[in-house]
């Protein structure tokens, strides 16, 4: 797979490209705009599969470098930068970026967010309705969550979970395994800022392994945030059965 990076810091390019090519990647460095537009001409070359782009470029910023390659072409950008602020985040993906990634970043994560820009944009066909709803069941364990009609259930049972709720543990779901900072799911879940929301997350996280009833299904990672421990392929499930009814008095 091809992949371009938009980096002008040489130490970050070289670091970056030497764990991308050790996961299977033939990594193309620009370190700038023009050098990045110019490898996306068409030619004879195999396209490219994803476009790392970070945004602090010599010649132009990289917002006017998106703006330019959607223009031109529909491969699958994923902004990197230290630009952490929502209003940053917002423009780019209204710009066309697919994903939006803040420095300093967890490099599993990236893998990750790589690895789903090029799926969603991988050429595949026509898909039946059934297949379609097959895709968008994730299925952890005992736990499965069907995105399109927002449902979860535990061992075929279902789990009502609040809006909030949902959105949380999708988005965990999406990546099991992958670290989510708390700052990152404040800003995609809640589209707010940090500053004050801390115990509401908090909050919705202690409910979800409540209604779940798999308590070590989310795991705390101290100091940074949350991450979904995907339960290992024909592993018992670790949720407890419900408890029986009190009679009424």
């Known amino acids: 797979m091809r992949l371009l990076l938009v980096e002008d810091d040489d130490h970050v390019a070289a670091a970056l490209s030497a764990v991308l090519a050790r996961h299977g990647f033939a990594v193309v460095h620009a370190r700038s705009g023009q050098e990045a537009l110019r490898a996306l001409l068409p030619d004879t070359a195999e396209p490219f599969a994803v476009v790392l782009l970070d945004l602090g470029l010599p010649d132009q910023d990289g917002f ?14 994923i902004m990197v930068t230290a630009r952490a602020d929502v209003r940053s985040r917002i423009h780019g ?13 967890d490099t599993g994560e990236l893998l990750a967010r790589i690895h789903a820009v090029s799926r969603r944009n991988a050429p595949g066909g026509e898909q039946s309705a059934e297949e379609s709803a097959a895709e968008d ?10 995105l399109p009609t927002r449902q979860v259930s535990v061992n075929g049972t279902a789990v009502p979970l609040t809006r909030k709720e949902f959105d949380l ?45 798999m308590p070590a299904l989310i795991e705390t990672v101290r ?6 421990v995907a339960p290992a392929a024909g592993a018992p499930s670790a949720a407890r059965p419900l408890p029986p009814p009190r009679p009424s008095a």
């Not at 069941?137 to 069907?146: D, K, M, N």
Request: hydrophobic share 45%; glycine share 10%; with cysteine.
């Open 169 to 213: 543990l999708a988005l965990l779901a999406q990546r099991p395994g992958v670290v989510f900072r708390r700052e990152q799911i404040i800003s995609e879940v809640w589209r707010t800022s940090w500053e004050g929301t801390g115990r509401t997350l908090e909050v919705h996280i202690a409910s979800l392994r409540a209604k779940l009833r």
């Open 93 to 105: 993906l209204n710009l066309g970026a697919d994903d939006y990634v803040v420095k300093p970043y």
């Open 64 to 77: 006017e470098v998106c703006g330019r390659i959607r223009r031109m072409c529909a491969v699958p950008v």
């Open 137 to 146: 069941a994730l299925r952890l364990g005992a736990v499965t969550v069907e």
């Open 223 to 228: 100091g940074v945030g949350y991450r979904l």
